[in-house]
Antibody
Framework: QVQLVQSGAEVKKPGASVKVSCKAS????????INWVRQASGQGLEWMGW????????GYEQKFQGRVTMTRNTSIGTAYMELSSLRSEDTAVYYC???????????????WGQGTLVTVSS | SYELTQPPSLSVSPGQTASISCSAE??????VCWYQQKSGQSPVLVIY???KRPSGIPERFSGSNSGNTATLTISGTQAMDEADYYC????????FGGGTKLTVL
């Protein structure tokens, strides 16, 4: 069965960086894009960007351009999301999600990781 | 920027039909997905490409999309359907609606 298993909770100071991992299993990792979505406590879902797991090509939401980097290691079927220059407003649960669509003009997030809580506090 | 507008909350009685709207300009020209998120859990895809149900999603969940509005309909709503529901579409990037809290009482 398809699973996306994320790394554990992180506590970071303002200005620091965080790198969250997402290990995929149950399917061919390079066949589907991986996206990242975050959710602050009590708030809605916010899309951060996508990564083609085969080529490594990426596309980031403008709000995160220059601060986010999405990478992958195909040999171990793992995607990574690194967010730099952290501020308190970045405190949220971060989800990796698989995109079923094979399209550049629509997305379908069919499997979600369990989420990783990132807390930014001095 | 493109915005998807949902009602913040909706209450229905068990067995009744719940209809959750998602509105934006020319939304009918785009594919819409719907996600269910229960308290403390990751979201789950319940409708994709406007009206398709993933395997394992009950038939009481259905979707439509036309004009400026997409609608998620839950027929015969059950207590287990109480959750937050989010619509999602693509416009130069993925956009989510603000979410609708469905209460079944």
């Amino acid at each position: 069965q398809v699973q996306l298993v994320q790394s554990g909770a992180e506590v970071k100071k303002p200005g620091a960086s965080v790198k969250v991992s997402c290990k995929a299993s149950g399917y061919t990792f390079t066949s589907f894009d991986i996206n990242w979505v975050r959710q602050a406590s009590g708030q809605g879902l916010e899309w951060m960007g996508w990564m083609n797991a085969y080529s490594g090509d990426t596309g980031y939401e403008q709000k995160f351009q220059g601060r986010v980097t999405m990478t992958r290691n195909t040999s171990i079927g793992t995607a990574y999301m690194e967010l730099s220059s952290l501020r308190s407003e970045d405190t949220a649960v971060y989800y990796c999600v698989r995109d079923l669509s094979y399209s550049s003009s629509w997305k379908v997030f069919d499997y979600w990781g369990q989420g990783t809580l990132v807390t930014v506090s001095s | 920027s493109y915005e998807l507008t949902q009602p913040p909350s909706l209450s229905v009685s068990p067995g009744q039909t719940a209809s959750i709207s998602c509105s934006a300009e020319k939304l009918g020209h785009k594919y819409v997905c719907w996600y269910q998120q229960k308290s403390g859990q990751s979201p789950v895809l319940v409708i994709y490409q406007d009206s398709k149900r993933p395997s394992g999603i009950p038939e009481r969940f259905s979707g439509s999309n036309s004009g400026n509005t997409a609608t998620l309909t839950i027929s015969g709503t059950q207590a287990m359907d109480e959750a937050d529901y989010y619509c999602q579409a693509w416009d130069s990037g993925t956009v989510f609606g603000g979410g609708t809290k469905l209460t079944v009482l």
